[in-house]
């Protein structure tokens, strides 16, 4: 697609314990959240087409924090601390949730918000809290059903008609779709969202204005 070369540019830039050490709060920031095992780093590497941009180990490391990668001067995409899977002590759980919480209520420049759910394994508690959030606070969401892979079409069908129908009461602003890094499945469709939610202009449309 023509805004491959766009999400290609992704730089990581820092890692914060907190909104204190993020970037100034100006500009688009789009925000990838899930569990700590929904595949958050293999989505935002197969998004980004750079296998190591994001860590995709199974054992907590910087996504104990808030990462930061920037696509331009005005925008950027943030890794959120993943939730409920990972096995650390309680005091450090505690320590990166408040973290997350401090980001999604108090950034102003989030724009919308990725949530990635296994889609073997969807809408757990917290995953229906995030979305309940995200909706009384007028944020749209893009589900991403990941690891489609894993599942026949027709369970993967049903999977995702299921989904859709309990969350239709907040179709609009939530919607939902199957995702695979592995296998190239929604990443169209997720690239799509987020040039709408960064306002990016198609490259032919600036072309033809310059």
């Known amino acids: 697609m023509s805004h491959d070369i766009f999400f290609k540019k992704a730089k990581f830039l820092l890692s914060a314990p907190d ?32 296998r ?36 650390v002590p309680l005091e450090v759980k505690e ?3 408040a973290a997350l919480s401090e980001y999604l209520q108090e950034r102003d420049s989030l724009s919308g918000l990725v949530l990635l759910m296994d889609i073997r394994h969807p809408l757990k508690d917290l995953d229906r809290q995030m979305i309940e959030w995200s909706v009384y606070n007028n944020l ?10 894993k599942l026949k079409r027709g369970p993967m069908n049903n ?9 239709k009461a907040y179709e609009d602003l939530v919607e939902v779709h199957a995702y695979s890094s592995t296998k190239d499945i929604g990443r169209d469709t ?7 939610w960064y306002q990016v202009e198609d490259p032919q449309e600036q072309n033809e204005k310059s």
Do not use: C
């Open 190 to 196: 997720l690239m799509e969202k987020l040039i709408q």
């Open 95 to 97: 320590k990166w949730q």
């Open 140 to 149: 749209p969401v893009l589900v991403l059903l990941t690891k489609a892979d």
């Open 19 to 50: 909104i204190r050490h993020l970037p100034e709060d100006k500009g688009i920031e789009v925000a990838f959240v899930g569990r700590s095992n929904a595949g958050k780093s293999s989505a935002l590497n197969a998004l980004t087409q750079q």
């Open 52 to 87: 190591s941009l994001a860590r995709t180990s199974k054992t907590p490391g910087r996504t104990q924090l808030i990462n930061v990668f920037t696509l331009d001067e005005q925008r950027r995409l943030i890794d959120l601390p993943g939730y409920g899977f990972a096995q």
């Open 159 to 167: 999977t995702l008609f299921a989904v859709r129908k309990e969350l």
